[in-house]
C-alpha cells in the first residue's frame, strides 16, 4: 500500500479536535488499549490538544520502521536526556494527530515518504515527567507505526536541534515472531521502550 498523506491543514482548533475524536474512536473500535479514556478526556477537556492545555495533554508520535521491518528509528530527546522515537506537541496549523505525528517525524528525522501501518493509531501511551519538561506533567502520547519505503541501510536520518543524535535500531523477529528483539536498544532508551515496541511488534503481526 502507498504512503498516507495527512489532509490539508485549515488551522481551525474545532476541526483538530473533531478529527482527532475521529482517529481515538477509529483506535478503540480497534481494541487498542485505553482509547476510551483518552475520547473522554478530549471530549471533556478540549484543551488537552495543547502544550498550554493544562498539565496533562495529548501529544503525537511515531515508531517509524524500515521497509522490512527489520530496524526503528530512534532520536536523542535533548529535554529528557533519553533515545525515544520521534514525537511532540501538537500545532494550530496540524489538521489530525496522525498529521502532527508526519510533521515531527520530518523534523526529527528527515523523513517524509512514509507508509501508515493499520488504519489509525496504533498505541496510547500515557506518562508522567519530570521536572525538565516545565509545567508539562503527564503526555497521553497517540502513537502511530509508519513504513519508511526502503531497508535502513538505504536511507540516512537527519538530526535536528532537538534531536542531535537519531539512529536505527535492529529490531528482529524472535523465532517465528510476532515477538521481537530489543536487544540492541542503546543505553539510554526511555524505560518503556521495550514494553512499547512489544505492542508494536503485536500491532504490526495483525496489520501487514
Known amino acids: 500500500m502507498g504512503a498516507e498523506q495527512a489532509p490539508a491543514a485549515d488551522g481551525s482548533t474545532g476541526d483538530l ?43 503525537a508520535s511515531a515508531v517509524v520502521i524500515d521497509a522490512p521491518a527489520e530496524h526503528v528509528a530512534l532520536v536523542w530527546h535533548r529535554k529528557g536526556r533519553f533515545w525515544v522515537q520521534p514525537g511532540g506537541h501538537l500545532e494550530a496549523t496540524d489538521p489530525s494527530l496522525e498529521a ?41 502520547d497517540v502513537q502511530h507505526l509508519f513504513r519508511a519505503a526502503a531497508p535502513a541501510a538505504e536511507l540516512t536520518l ?24 530489543a536487544a540492541e536498544l542503546p543505553e539510554g532508551t526511555v524505560e518503556d521502550m521495550p514494553e512499547k515496541l512489544a505492542a508494536i511488534a503485536r500491532y504490526l503481526s495483525t496489520s501487514s
Open 17 to 59: 479536535r473533531d478529527r482527532a475524536l475521529l482517529e481515538l474512536a477509529a483506535a478503540r473500535d480497534e481494541g487498542i488499549d485505553g482509547a476510551a479514556d483518552y475520547l473522554a478526556v478530549l471530549r471533556a477537556e478540549p484543551g488537552a490538544l495543547w502544550r498550554d492545555g493544562g498539565p496533562r495533554h495529548l501529544t
Open 158 to 181: 537527519r538530526p535536528s536541534d532537538e534531536s542531535p543524535e537519531v539512529r536505527w535500531v535492529p529490531w528482529p523477529l524472535l523465532g517465528a515472531g510476532p515477538e521481537r528483539s
Open 100 to 140: 502532527a505525528a508526519r510533521r515531527e517525524v520530518a523534523e526529527e528525522i528527515g523523513l517524509d515518504d512514509l507508509e501508515r501501518v493499520g488504519p489509525g493509531p496504533a498505541v496510547l501511551h500515557r506518562h508522567a515527567l519530570s521536572a525538565a519538561f516545565g509545567s508539562c506533567r503527564e503526555h497521553w
